[in-house]
């Protein structure tokens, strides 16, 4: 292809001349399109929640450089680039976490962006990159670069600038073969560009890091002034739109090297000067856009089942280089994590989505993430953050919604339980004579730490019937006591004693724990008690005493 002459009129000019034919018929009507776009610029752009297709307007301004249908058949409209500087925008590439579109503009050499819900446009600062009739824009947000090709430079016929405005610069494609650059793919999972060279029908392909150049085989199909490419990852195959064949507007060949080149049937579809390319591989379609008739075609990947989208309400000038935007797609449920008693807080996770397929021109990601707790099947008021206090027993559920422009998509946990807390303390009771005997311990459900203390209390009230008793003491015993080794007549004898004495009640005493290995302990209390009597008539005082266990737990 010879060196583009007089961006204004988009006027290619090519030794077989369909392209030139084309292109000079458009520059006669262009007045009336400017004319018409005048009029649908004062027109505020309709935002829809349905999954949408961008395109670009390769129309010289001040037509709209950026208009979008809807993908269920019921038209579209244009953005609002209020604060960018369009000029024949060629390629769109968005980055659905941020709500931005970004485009390049063939006749100024700038790239723009602005918000997908309109305005907040304005220029990418790309100082030290090349753009020299800029043709096709990639966005790769993980590396925060945006990526486009140099149809006028074929020394440095890729380009990039980061995302967070510090500049650019070029890429270095050592061993590939560029000819007029003409719309390229990012595939970060193996760290690869690719894209179309218009001139001499092929596509080349660099590392991400630069070098390891080289030119995709696609033996088994030729070309046909190629421009756009898009990869399905999943199927291993890179396709492109073929400018100079309305027969075969789609071709492809294996990304492994082994040729496998072909063309798609779209039968019916109406091509009409092919100009880039969007893939959905999970529905299986392919769209692109015709820069000769405003239209935007479609396919199945699998071929036929072709037709053109509605994009009534958009206002089409020299369409091309299409995007997709979808929903968010669930890919696994949110989790919800915490404490499994009342009173606990719980936490809700965002759940997976699945990414963006920057490779094939489909982007998804979320932008936001809203929360809704429910219990019993039933929505909580006002609890709508990723994390609440479970003030109640019972079957908790949360629902994360993720939403970009296109609109949101909504996954529920599984059911989560929750009980009534374990009491912090169990109470053990027992009666002698007239005293009932209380003794309140740690909760075999709550563990006490061998580092600290175990807390016990003791008490022993009278009742108004029984045999009158007057405390005495309170033994107690973490297992068989405290240890005692002696020597008696040359034998070694082990006797146990009380782990603490108490000889008053109520009484409240703190046990050592050191020593004891985590899991179920033994404590046992021995309460002696005074009981007077009368004996051969004579008053006697004897000792009664009552023993009573309980587990706790030790950790």
Known sequence: MAERQTPQIEQWVRDAGPREAVLIGRARIIAVLIAVSLLILCAAPTALAANLLYYSNQGAAPGPGISFANLDGSGGGDLNAAGATTDSAVGVAIDAATGKVYWANENNNTISYANL???????????????????????????????????????????????????????????????????????????????????????????????????????GVTPQGPNGVAIDA????????????????????????????????????????????????SAGKVYWANVNNDTISYADLAGGAGGQLNITGSTPNQVGWPALLETPAAAGSPTISGGSTAGSVLSCSEGSWAPDLLESFLYRAPQSFSYQWSVGGAPIPGATSSSITASSAGS?????????????????????????????SQVTKASIGDQQITLTTPSLSVCTANTSKLAVTLTSTRKSKGTKLKFSKAAFYIGKGVKHKHHKHGKVVITYTANATKHHVPATVDLSLAGLKPGTHTLTVVLSYKRTKREHGHKKTVTVTKTMKVKFSVC
């Open 396 to 424: 908790y559920t949360c629902s994360v919604t993720a939403s970009n422009y296109a609109g949101p998509a909504t996954q529920t946990s599984a059911t989560f339980t929750v009980s009534k807390p374990s009491p912090a």
């Open 234 to 281: 999943s199927s291993g195959k890179l396709y492109w739109s073929n400018f100079l064949s309305n027969a075969d507007p789609i071709s492809f060949a294996n990304l492994d090297g082994s040729g496998g080149g072909g063309n798609l049937s779209t039968a019916g579809a109406t091509a009409s000067g092919p100009f880039g390319l969007a893939l959905d591989p």
């Open 117 to 219: 819900n309109g305005g907040g446009g304005g220029q990418l600062n790309i100082t030290g990159a090349i753009a020299d009739t800029p043709f096709g824009v990639a966005i790769d947000p993980a590396q925060g670069k945006l990526y486009w090709t140099n149809f006028s430079d074929n020394t440095d016929p890729i380009a990039y600038a980061n995302l967070n405005g510090s500049g650019g610069g070029n890429l270095n494609i050592t061993g590939a073969t560029a000819s007029s650059a003409d719309g390229l793919a990012v595939d970060p999972a193996t760290g690869k560009v690719y894209w179309a060279n218009d001139n001499n029908n092929t596509i080349s392909y660099a590392n991400l890091a630069g070098g390891g150049g080289g030119q995709l085989n696609t033996t």
